[in-house]
């Protein structure tokens, strides 16, 4: 499994998106390995309402400690490639 902290000094993570909400502006990311699941919500990405599920996204985290629900926070995406 991936270490939270680890990632943090790296700077960036990579994943695919698993859930857009189109209403709600959030959704999740799962991490490159199926390990972590990553939320980020309409301050995290600057081209929300083109992300689909699947696009692969690199972001940075926004903490090392999972929430009660065990997923981390994205704090930005720095790019999408769209399937």
Do not use: H, Y
Request: avoid cysteine.
């Amino acid at each position: 499994m991936i270490n939270a902290r680890e990632i943090l000094k790296q700077r960036w993570m990579r994943g695919k998106i698993e859930f857009v909400g189109k209403r709600s502006k959030t959704g999740l990311i799962k991490s490159e390995d199926g390990n972590l699941l990553i939320e980020f919500d309409e301050r995290a990405p600057t081209t929300f309402d083109q992300l689909n599920e699947n696009d692969t996204v690199l972001f940075t985290l926004a903490n090392t400690e999972p929430d009660e629900r065990g997923i981390l926070k994205a704090e930005k995406l720095l790019s999408v490639k769209q399937k």
